[in-house]
């Protein structure tokens, strides 16, 4: 096998481990923390429920990010006790390289939508 792409719990819990000795953690995918609300339900909410909501959300998925963190350090540290070698992986070549598409994307979505959606991606 030279390779498999399942995000790192799957890897751990199928145990890819045992055929694949070597993960490199591109951390190129974040898997979001969706939360959804019908629109005309949350317009008819008052402006102090709305931010009550709007903080819930920001409080929440901070807090599911550190769990998951978590979670991704305590399947890290056993694997490596199972012989897994962890390399990191230098994202600045690969995000050099999707820049043209970005600009493609910003000239569809707006440049400014774009530019923070990538500082987003980033935690900034």
Known sequence: M???????RDFYDQKWYEVAKYVS????????????????KYE??????RSAIDQAVISTTAW???QLEAVYSKIQQEMQAKGV?????NP??????SNPVYAQFGKVW???????????AQGE
């Open 25 to 40: 953690l591109s951390n190129y995918v974040w898997s979001a923390n969706f939360w959804f609300i019908n629109k005309d």
């Open 85 to 89: 070698k962890f390399n990191d992986v």
């Open 110 to 120: 707006g440049e400014a939508f774009v530019s923070q959606l990538r500082r987003d």
């Open 64 to 66: 599911y990010r550190a």
């Open 92 to 97: 600045r070549p690969f995000r050099e390289l």
């Open 2 to 8: 030279d390779g498999v792409e399942p995000e790192l």
């Open 44 to 49: 008819s909410l008052s402006e102090t429920e």
